[in-house]
């Protein structure tokens, strides 16, 4: 009888920002480990989420969208995202058929043709209907095809309603080679604690808020104190000016407190403990631009 060999190796999810990257890899994982939201640049970090199977493990490499701003963060995040293809053995490129093609596009062309790896277009959001379909396979045919990658596939998805992540995972293992594990079998992300929490205050910001204010947003997490009951843990959401803080704090401080408590549900799921948080807004002018704060933020300045 044939023994079933181990298999393991990195998949990098690339695609332009809000067409469901970080949706689709907690739903391959089963578990929450990036953010997700409406709101376009809601991932800013590399998140490595991993998922353990009996004979394999995937790491998959969660990036911030592919965009075309122009502040020091939006450049940053594009680096991030260009680079989380280093050591991959698989892209999986996805696009938003419910929305259509966009200038970003281009860019990712060159950036996944010019690779030697794997590529499979996930066709993401069908349950909202296929109305640009055929222009992402027009793409395909003019563009990805042409390029240098191995192997080429193209499958339509739903990632919110679990629509063919069964068949995506099928292809994922029939491609990954014999390899032994990289991380932990009960690992699930590489990403540090600190700002996996920072992120999900973040995200229930992001959804509190209007669409503008949430890029002049960040957040993070300056001290967690861990007691026998419960974990304390002290965030700092930092805004560019004094009105966002308004904004932000909301009449009566309601906005604030639906996001500590709607937070607090979710970290209590990592602790599992009760969880009490210490949340201050404060003014910090054009943190965006400067990267002694970024890389205090954990947006990384390599
Ligand atoms: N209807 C529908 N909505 C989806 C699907 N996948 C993701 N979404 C929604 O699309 C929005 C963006 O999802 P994200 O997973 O944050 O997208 P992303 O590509 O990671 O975005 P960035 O991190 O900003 O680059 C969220 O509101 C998701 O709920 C899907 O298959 N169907
Ligand atoms: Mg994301």
Same mark, same amino acid.
């Given at each position: 009888m044939a023994t079933k060999v181990f298999k393991a190796g990195f998949v990098a999810v690339l695609g332009r920002p809000n067409v469901g990257k970080s949706t689709l890899v907690n739903a391959l994982i089963g578990s929450k480990i990036s953010i997700v939201s409406p709101i376009p640049q809601t991932t800013r970090h590399q998140i490595k989420g991993i998922m353990n199977l009996e004979y394999a493990q995937v790491v998959f490499v969660d990036t911030p969208g592919i965009h075309s701003f122009k502040d020091k963060l939006a450049a940053h995040l594009n680096v991030i995202a260009k680079r989380s293809l280093e050591g991959c053995e698989l892209i999986i490129y996805v696009v938003d058929v419910s929305r259509r093609l966009g200038p970003e596009e281009d860019k990712l062309m060159e950036i996944i043709s010019s690779q030697k790896i794997k590529i499979i277009m996930v066709l993401n959001k069908v349950d909202l209907g296929v109305k640009f379909f055929n222009d992402y396979i027009d793409l395909w045919g003019k563009k990805i095809k042409k390029g240098k990658n191995p192997l080429i596939l193209y499958l339509p998805v739903s990632a919110k309603k679990g629509k063919n992540l069964e068949e995506l995972?099928?292809?994922?293992?029939?491609? =990954?080679?014999?390899?032994?594990?990289?991380?932990? /079998?009960?690992? =699930?992300?590489?990403?540090?604690?600190?700002?996996?929490?920072?992120?999900?205050?973040?995200?229930?910001?992001?959804?509190? =808020?209007?669409?503008?204010?949430?890029?002049?947003?960040?957040?993070?997490?300056?001290?967690? /104190?861990? /007691?026998? %009951?419960?974990?304390?843990? /002290?965030?700092?959401?930092?805004?560019?000016?004094?009105?966002? %803080?308004?904004?932000?704090?909301?009449?009566?401080?309601?906005?604030?407190?639906?996001?500590?408590?709607?937070?607090?549900?979710?970290?209590? %799921?990592?602790?599992?403990?009760?969880?009490? =948080?210490?949340?201050?807004?404060?003014?910090?002018?054009?943190?965006?631009?400067?990267?002694r704060i970024l890389k205090e933020l954990g947006y990384w300045w390599a």
């Open positions: 995972k099928n292809i994922l293992l029939d491609n =990954l080679p014999e390899s032994c594990a990289y991380y932990d /079998k009960d690992t =699930l992300t590489d990403f540090p604690l600190k700002f996996r929490v920072a992120d999900i205050v973040r995200e229930k910001l992001f959804l509190q =808020l209007k669409k503008e204010l949430p890029h002049s947003l960040a957040v993070e997490v300056e001290e967690i /104190k861990s /007691k026998s %009951k419960v974990i304390s843990i /002290k965030v700092n959401i930092y805004v560019e000016r004094k009105s966002q %803080k308004r904004i932000v704090v909301g009449k009566g401080g309601q906005i604030l407190k639906t996001v500590g408590i709607s937070a607090r549900g979710d970290i209590e %799921k990592i602790y599992n403990k009760k969880v009490f =948080l210490d949340i201050w807004v404060t003014v910090l002018p054009d943190w965006k631009t400067k990267p």
